[in-house]
């Protein structure tokens, strides 16, 4: 299996773009980016703008050449509605079922997505708690699981893709996760690696320091059942992240389990754009 994160905090956006090549199939897991629309009071710098477009080019890149397209959920960062919709066609769409647990934003924007893409895509197919079998690769996905700590924000599904020799998991938006049920899909489903998009301590007062102290007790049940543990996106918002999850770096020495960014994964140097916005700006 060869998996190719995109877009992820890490490398300079919003997201959780990811390429999994197996033997038998071509997936692209949510094909969006997107940049925050202010940070620290500061509208996105021009390298952030500009590597928003890089990643763009090369997310269409990779989703023309896909056999399967998966959007976990309806959020900005892991979908477009807008262009190059011409990735879509004649593709088998997977996606988080568009009225049931979804809130009023995310149903509203599932329904223009539906409306943008209509005709263009082989099959569509609402993923959640499903299985789809592509050769010898499996796709499965999780039932609808909270964005984050509650429904506020909607439902995301979690995507396993298993072809035999390896299981890879993407969380997609569980921030954390701090909840049973986002847990246990990827306790149950012992995969070799795993992309968790982590707790949304940069927002620490809405987040909570229980859901916290909750996900660094779950990261730690991860890294016992899995090879290696990818965190990013929401996490890596955070310049301290790793200073909140030292328990999950020594749990993961004990079992000589890797801990790191989707910069590390590709041997690149992390580049957190956001985090660094007022350092772009020049400002204290």
């Not at 997107?34 to 500061?42: S, T």
């Not at 620490?204 to 996106?233: A, P, Q, T």
Request: with cysteine; aromatic share 10%.
């Amino acid at each position: 299996m060869k998996i190719i994160p995109i877009a992820f905090e890490t490398l300079g956006t919003r997201g959780m773009a990811t390429f999994v090549k197996t033997k038998d199939v071509k997936i692209f897991i949510d094909p969006g980016v997107a940049l925050a629309p202010k940070r620290y009071g500061l509208p996105p710098h021009p390298i952030e703008l500009k590597r928003e477009e890089e990643h763009w080019k090369q997310i269409v890149k990779f989703a023309t050449k896909s056999d399967v397209l998966i959007i976990t959920h309806y959020h900005y960062d892991h979908h477009n509605p807008w262009k190059n919709l011409e990735i879509y066609k004649k593709k088998t769409i997977l996606v988080k079922h568009p009225t049931e647990k979804i809130n009023k934003s995310q149903k509203q924007r599932s329904a223009f997505f539906l409306e943008q893409i209509k005709g263009l895509p082989k099959t569509i197919e609402y993923a959640d708690g499903n299985e789809y079998e592509f050769g010898d690769t499996k796709v499965k996905f999780s039932g609808p699981v909270f964005h984050g700590t509650n429904p506020r924000l909607g439902y995301v599904v979690e995507t396993l893709i298993d072809d035999d020799d390896y299981r890879f998991l993407h969380t997609s938006d569980v921030e954390g996760p701090s909840q049973d049920d986002q847990l246990d899909f990827i306790l149950k489903n012992k995969p070799n690696l795993v992309f968790l998009d982590g707790p949304l301590s940069y927002m620490i007062y809405r987040f909570g320091n229980k859901n916290m102290e909750k996900s660094v007790e779950n990261m730690i049940k991860i890294v016992n059942i899995c090879d290696e543990l990818i965190v990013d996106h929401h996490f890596l918002r955070d310049l301290k992240w790793k200073e909140r999850i030292v328990e999950v770096f020594e749990a993961a020495k004990e079992k000589k389990v890797e801990v790191k960014t989707v910069a590390d994964y590709l041997g690149k140097k992390i580049d957190c754009l956001e985090a660094r916005r007022k350092e772009l700006y020049g400002k204290d």
